[in-house]
């Protein structure tokens, strides 16, 4: 494809071997038949030089080096598409998982590991640092809103911290910071079925960069706080707006 | 909701709760009759929408059964006739870009190369519309969309079926185009 060669010495892959051992049955990563059907339906193939079956093939050559310091991996989405595509359901976004966790964490892109940071420091977990009393006082002064200007909507209502709500719902922190009006057609469907949900003020934004910047640690403390947020309230399921 | 799912995985937490979709309820309560959705409002006006599958959502959570019943209601809502599907599509869906932190990351030129792909499936489609059920999805596309000058709106769901049971709200529209801004009101 017009690309010059580069010379490469095949050498045992540290990063590949140990990725390996974490994954059952390897994660299939030493079958690939180098067909490229994960390359030709990724959208982030030729960016910056790379896709995914090359990725992949550099691992298996042993170029840590190279593998370690592309930045491409923050250009894949891990969005599974080539495991869906391979005929051996060779795990790929795992591998770039590994590849971004192996970055010191203080080179990650700033916007993912500001968004990370943000969502540890507050009780929302929100990523924009979006605070749990203003979104309450959103809710609030939008629903008062609502009802003077559509009558019809007298009886809507929005809780917080409802103990035995049968949905707790989450809610991506863009409405209440920057566009909470969104929020009002998701109020009217829910009041219109009748559905008996609540939000809370623990873990309630949707968002989680902390999983993009490969942050085991911080992954788990963000899961772990919604989570005994759900418990907490005595919730039967824990509802997306996605 | 793929992070918290993933993370109970991957930590192993067993939680005391289930994980639920938002799509799936719709599905569920128009199905139901408790949700009294029609398409009435676009018969004669012929508005044509696509509409992307969330890869957290299809590809990564619940597979096709979850992509069918984003289908049903949008269907129910603006008119089977009305719906055009993008190729590929369900789980085999290509990313829109939005997903893993890209929005976030700085690497604004590559999200929107990533990003083409999506826009050229969309674009072929020749719909006025697109529906990004997802966050990240419609952040995204909304970008692409302008970005690119084409200019096509870019709608949440929620707005759409309030939209057509005739209860969408005058300050609920930011993402309608100007020929659906007053439809309803
Ligand atoms: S699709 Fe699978 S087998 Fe084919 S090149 Fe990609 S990783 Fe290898
Ligand atoms: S997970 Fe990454 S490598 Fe695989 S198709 Fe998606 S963007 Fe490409």
Known sequence: MGEAATVILPKQSVFLSKVMDMLPEGGHLSMCLTCGLCASGCPASGLHDMDPRKFLRLCALGQDEMVLSSPWVWMCTMCQRCVYACPMAIDIPRLIYEARAAWPREDRPKGILGSCDQALKNESNSAMGARSEDFVFVAGDILEEVKEAQPAWEDMQVSFNRPGAEYFLNQNSREPVTEPDEMVPLWKILHTVGCDWTYGTIGWAAENYCMFLADDAAWETIVRNKVKAVEDLGCRYWLNTE | ?185
């Open chain 2, 1 to 185: 909701m793929y992070a918290v799912r993933a993370g109970l995985q991957k930590f192993k937490i067993t939680p005391k709760f289930e994980i639920e979709s938002i799509i799936r309820l719709y599905a569920r309560w128009i199905r139901e009759g408790r949700l009294k959705v029609s398409s009435d409002w676009n018969r004669e006006l012929g508005v044509t929408f696509t509409v992307q599958d969330p890869c957290q959502l299809v590809r990564k959570t619940y597979g096709d059964p979850v992509a069918e019943d984003l289908r049903f209601v949008v269907k129910s809502v603006v008119g089977e006739e009305h719906f055009i599907e993008m190729y590929p599509n369900k789980s085999n869906n290509y990313c829109c870009g939005g997903g893993g932190g890209y929005l976030q990351s700085g690497y604004t030129e590559e999200r929107r190369a990533y990003g083409d792909r999506k826009l050229r499936q969309i674009v072929e489609t020749g719909a006025d519309y697109c529906i990004a059920p997802c966050h990240n999805c419609h952040s995204q596309i909304h970008d692409l969309s302008e970005h690119s000058g084409k200019h096509f709106p870019v709608v949440h769901l929620w707005t759409l079926i309030c939209l057509s049971m005739g209860c969408l709200g005058e300050n609920e529209r930011s993402y309608l185009g100007e020929d659906l801004a007053s439809v309803g009101l």
